[in-house]
């Protein structure tokens, strides 16, 4: 597995194109009933807002980054817990979009970001979670 | 239901507490080398590691003191030397929490599917 072990990722290719997956994530309407069962929040840079699922269960969410067609991140976390980022990426495959998930908790990304500039870094060390950021 | 069903409230803020600090400390690559040379033998010293690495002795007490703030080693005193080992505990907890994220996206991924599948 190249997957970075300092993150969860996940994927799955659908046989639909870029913008027809980009509908699910481009509103509230579009993200609830999988993200989760209840959406309240504008998918906008900067915005916040809301998430509940039918247990209770609920998150405080923050908007990122919005790059139509092709990438959805915000930061969430539970009431008590520690934030993380969540990435959402589409790309083009042969067999329709494969959408591409990372989660990493934001202590541990900012801790990733300053490894990267410390020159202890070895230029052999392995493909960072940061590259599909890029 | 499949989001209750991985663990009790108290269980998955305890998780999610504990993998940022772990996984921060992981971010630096001298770190997970002590780390993985502490999992191979039971203690060492700072300077039996600096032995294995071409940074000061100076260097690898500082890791370690982040990975100790981290709970991801113990020191121990004997006699004047301080002896690390590592404490697995968080770093099983941080893969448990990789693990129990990443099933939460399956579902949240197969949802999606479904959703995008109903729409013609």
């Known amino acids: 597995m190249t997957a970075n072990p300092r993150t969860a990722q996940r994927e799955i290719t659908l046989p639909v194109g870029r913008e027809r997956a980009w509908t699910m994530l481009r509103d509230a309407e579009g993200l609830s009933g999988w993200l989760a069962d209840e959406v309240t929040l504008e998918v906008r840079e900067g915005a916040e807002g809301a998430l509940r699922w039918r247990d209770g269960t609920e998150r405080a969410v923050a908007v990122e980054e919005v790059r139509e067609h092709r990438r959805l991140s915000f930061v969430w976390r539970e009431p008590e817990g520690d934030p993380t980022l969540v990435e959402i990426s589409l790309d083009d495959v042969p067999q329709g979009t494969r959408i591409a998930v990372i989660e990493m908790p934001v202590l541990a990304l900012e801790a990733e970001c300053r490894s990267l500039d410390s020159p202890s870094r070895a230029a052999s060390e392995g493909p960072s979670m940061l590259a599909p950021l890029a | ?120």
């Open chain 2, 1 to 120: 239901m499949s989001q209750a069903a991985n663990r009790r409230p108290e269980d998955a803020i305890e998780r999610n507490a504990a993998a940022g600090p772990v996984f921060a400390a992981l971010a630096d690559p001298t770190r997970r080398h002590i780390l993985s040379v502490l999992s191979e033998g039971s203690t060492a010293t700072a300077s039996q590691l600096a032995t294995d690495l071409p940074i000061s002795r100076q260097a690898i007490a500082k890791h370690l003191q982040a990975l100790a703030e981290a709970g991801l080693v113990k020191s121990s005193h004997q006699g004047r030397e301080t002896l690390y080992r590592l404490t697995p505990k968080p770093l099983s907890d941080a893969m448990q929490w990789i693990a129990a994220t990443g099933a939460l996206w399956d579902a949240r991924l197969e949802r999606l599917a479904e959703r995008l599948s109903e729409e013609r």
